[in-house]
């Protein structure tokens, strides 16, 4: 799913954005204040920050502003205060969204998707064919496998979902969003259907099976670092 930075001074803020965002398949960088903030984004990419306004050593607003003199990342506000001057402010800056403490992490994600979506809905992901991680190798347009260097004989669904982890490679996927993206949104089982792939699809890379990583209480992801 998305990259997304999360800044807030508080830890617990940033605890239980985390926990939700992860859920819901997304990659989450932390910070604590705005200075720090402004550090990963000039030295990474994010598809979304998360920002409290009151914060030591640099707010919200000035960290969104020096963000955007570089980058175009997409900021949903957070803050204790509801006053119409500050949401106007904020919006005037270029933030997306406004979120008013305490909140909703559930609503928070709703948001979180509406934003990510109005942001990249037209832009199509364009993904490599043909990867190749050690011994492994995986050619999405030839529906192929190899490891290392014979060919795998896998069933249509491990291909299916082999194919969307590695296009996914080192993001968090819930199994919810598995079963949505790779099964489809009218499949009628339950997430055992996952696992139960999943442990087709390891047998099936052998060596090479250590590459799917099980994220307790949440998925799986596809991780490969070097």
């Given at each position: 799913?998305?990259?997304?930075?999360?800044?807030?001074?508080?830890?617990?803020?940033?605890?239980?954005?985390?926990?939700?965002?992860?859920?819901?398949?997304?990659?989450?960088?932390?910070?604590?204040?705005?200075?720090?903030?402004?550090?990963?984004?000039?030295?990474?990419?994010?598809?979304?920050?998360?920002?409290?306004?009151?914060?030591?050593?640099?707010?919200?607003?000035?960290?969104?502003?020096?963000?955007?003199?570089?980058?175009?990342?997409?900021?949903?506000?957070?803050?204790?205060?509801?006053?119409?001057?500050?949401?106007?402010?904020?919006?005037?800056?270029?933030?997306?969204?406004?979120?008013?403490?305490?909140?909703?992490?559930?609503?928070?994600?709703?948001?979180?998707?509406?934003v990510l979506k109005r942001n990249t809905v037209q832009e199509t992901p364009v993904y490599q064919d043909k990867y190749v991680f050690d011994g492994l190798e995986?050619?999405?347009?030839?529906?192929?496998?190899?490891?290392?260097?014979?060919?795998?004989a896998m069933t249509p669904k491990e291909y299916d979902l082999l194919f969307y982890l590695v296009k996914n490679k080192n993001i968090a996927l819930s199994r919810?969003?598995?079963?949505?993206?790779?099964?489809?949104?009218?499949?009628?089982?339950?997430?055992?259907?996952?696992?139960?792939?999943?442990?087709?699809?390891?047998?099936?890379?052998?060596?090479?099976?250590?590459?799917?990583?099980?994220?307790?209480?949440?998925?799986?992801?596809?991780?490969?670092?070097?």
């Amino acid at each position: 799913m998305a990259r997304i930075l999360v800044v807030d001074d508080e830890i617990n803020i940033r605890k239980v954005v985390r926990e939700y965002a992860e859920f819901e398949g997304h990659e989450v960088s932390e910070a604590e204040n705005g200075m720090e903030a402004v550090s990963l984004c000039h030295e990474h990419n994010y598809d979304l920050i998360i920002m409290d306004v009151m914060m030591p050593r640099l707010d919200g607003y000035s960290a969104c502003k020096e963000i955007h003199k570089t980058k175009n990342i997409p900021v949903i506000m957070l803050s204790a205060r509801s006053e119409e001057y500050d949401k106007l402010f904020g919006f005037e800056i270029g933030v997306d969204d406004y979120v008013v403490k305490p909140f909703s992490p559930k609503e928070l994600m709703a948001r979180v998707k509406v934003v990510l979506k109005r942001n990249t809905v037209q832009e199509t992901p364009v993904y490599q064919d043909k990867y190749v991680f050690d011994g492994l190798e995986v050619d999405i347009s030839g529906r192929e496998v190899y490891v290392n260097g014979k060919k795998a004989a896998m069933t249509p669904k491990e291909y299916d979902l082999l194919f969307y982890l590695v296009k996914n490679k080192n993001i968090a996927l819930s199994r919810d969003r598995l079963l949505e993206e790779v099964w489809g949104y009218d499949f009628f089982g339950d997430d055992r259907t996952v696992d139960t792939h999943i442990k087709m699809l390891r047998n099936s890379l052998g060596d090479y099976r250590s590459y799917i990583v099980t994220l307790r209480g949440l998925g799986y992801k596809f991780e490969y670092l070097k």
